[in-house]
């Protein structure tokens, strides 16, 4: 089946990896330091996900002899339609929720470091990356992956434990200074950290992390990363066998713990290392800390690495993951280049030649970094200001209908080309109206005492409980079309 076999560590460490990025040590841990320990259910919840795709995603790919995703789609449905979405789908989440993240998540290190503005940041971040692509693009640092991931993880190590300690040593001695603390309307601290910090799964009714959202819509989110990501999929199917990808997937859940301890609780300690910057709360105060008027949880992990770390240890910290983050940018822009020129440009001009395929392929590339560019202060913005869960809420607006989809052509084998189809583009519909309207408006800071300014459909439905609503409607209009339209061929169903 694989195309090169590998064992089963190996396997493991490359799924967990692979999800592994600049959302985790920017945002996750900024998350901690704001939400608390209920943040790391966003990680445990992918230890389900990652054995749903080895014992129920994997032996149906591994079956029907696919290597890619769109070439399952095309083998079950048939047609074109699908693919072509999906395409475009992935190009809108690598500006949303890759390039502009990335580039935030970067300009957060540079500016914590040498105290650069956030655009001055993504500028010499962005001219960094040049220089890797000029240099050889992906192959030019492919070979220091494996380095860099080992690296980075003893790193986190030594830092969740120096971050421990400081905790357990200085506790007493942190003082807060009034001066960074904002006040809301009800006179209360903005800087306070919730009744239910220390609470992993919270009521339903809980703004943040509903226990409803936490258990069904974020399901939902790590079925469509974990089983039909293009990235994971395929290392699972890497693996020599269904039994040694199996055991990968087992690997990879248990390896998914490491982020509660290695990045969410440090979050939470640099919450009581740094409250005056990290648990920020006067906008004015913000402002000059992190950029940001709503706060400034983003540099809790920059912040530990910038003022715990040894001066050599810090320094080969900050180089590591910036060069993670270029290879990672580099690998992003690779890939939507290959996606538009292949799956969309050769389409509309069926004739292209391969100099015009490479120079489209690069202009397009310079078209989404511009958008990135200019979508970094939204991203900055944003679910107050909280990375991770700009990341979450993107997903939540776009992922569910894919989800949808995949799940019911494994289990279903009524559902045909026409059912699934219509049921992406109701999702895509919805999804965008949410999407458009979820970032159109800016919420005010809490020391600002000004009212929210968006409808209660909107600051009241949490976006992982939208994303249930959004799965919802996509399985409906998928069965129904389904239903309403001719079966699907059996040469079809048998994949």
């Known amino acids: 089946m694989c195309l090169f076999s590998v064992f089963p560590f190996q396997v493991g460490a490359s799924l967990f990896a692979s999800?592994?990025?600049s959302g985790h040590f920017i945002g996750l841990?900024?998350?901690g330091a704001s939400s608390g320990i209920g943040i790391a259910g966003f990680e445990l919840n992918a230890?389900?996900?990652v054995l749903i795709l080895g014992w129920f995603f994997v032996p149906v790919y591994m079956a029907s002899g696919v290597?890619?995703?769109?070439?399952?789609?095309?083998?079950?449905?048939?047609g074109q339609r699908i693919r072509i979405y999906l395409s475009v789908l992935a190009l809108l989440l690598y500006v949303f929720t890759k390039i502009s993240a990335d580039l935030y998540a970067g300009a957060i290190f540079i500016n914590q470091s040498i105290k650069l503005d956030l655009y001055g940041s993504v500028v010499a971040l962005l001219a960094i990356a040049a220089l890797f692509t000029i240099a050889g693009g992906l192959s030019a640092v492919i070979?220091?992956?494996?380095?860099q991931t080992i690296l980075m993880l003893i790193g986190t190590l030594v830092l969740a434990i120096i971050s421990f300690s400081q905790v357990m040593q200085n506790f007493g001695e942190i003082i807060v200074n009034d001066s960074y603390v904002g006040y809301g309307s009800n006179n209360e601290s903005c800087s306070a950290v919730p009744d239910n910090y220390m609470h992993l799964l919270r009521s339903p009714s809980d703004p943040e992390l509903p226990a409803t959202g936490m258990i069904f819509g974020l399901t939902i989110n790590a079925i469509w990363y974990w089983c039909s990501d293009q990235v994971i999929v395929q290392r699972a199917l890497s693996a020599k066998d269904l039994s040694h990808a199996k055991g990968s997937c087992i690997l990879a859940g248990y390896l998914k713990l490491l982020p509660l301890f290695l990045l969410v609780i440090p979050g939470m300690a640099a919450r009581i290392l740094f409250p005056n910057e990290v648990g920020c709360s006067n906008p004015k105060m913000c402002k000059e800390i992190c950029g940001s008027e709503l706060g400034c949880t983003n540099i809790a992990y920059p912040k530990l690495v910038l003022e715990l770390m040894p001066a050599g240890a810090r320094g080969l910290m900050i180089s590591t993951m910036l060069a993670a983050l270029m290879s990672s940018l580099t690998s992003i822009f690779n890939s939507s280049?290959?996606?538009?020129?292949?799956?969309?440009w050769r389409r509309i001009r069926k004739q292209a030649s391969e100099t015009e395929l490479l120079i489209v392929g690069r202009l397009f590339v310079l078209l989404l970094v511009i958008i990135s560019v200019v979508w970094v202060p939204i991203v900055q913005a944003a679910q107050n200001s909280q990375l991770f869960h700009y990341i979450q809420s993107v997903t939540s607006f776009l992922a569910p209908p894919v989800c949808a989809v995949y799940i019911l052509a494994i289990t279903f084998e009524r559902v045909n080309e026409q059912g699934a189809f219509w049921g992406l583009m109701a999702g895509l519909v919805v999804g965008m109206i949410r999407f458009i309207w979820e970032f159109s408006y800016k919420v005010p800071s809490c020391a600002s005492r000004l009212p929210d300014p968006r409808p209660a459909i909107i600051s009241k439905v949490h976006y992982l409980n939208f994303g249930i609503i959004l799965f919802i409607i996509s399985c409906t209009v998928t069965v129904v079309v389904s239903y309403a339209t001719q079966p699907i061929s059996t040469r079809h169903v048998s994949c």
């Open 29 to 31: 841990t900024g998350s």
């Open 19 to 21: 999800n592994i990025g």
């Open 337 to 344: 280049s290959t996606i538009f020129t292949m799956d969309i």
């Open 47 to 49: 230890m389900y996900a």
């Open 143 to 147: 070979w220091t992956d494996f380095a």
């Open 67 to 78: 290597y890619t995703m769109p070439e399952y789609l095309r083998k079950r449905f048939g």
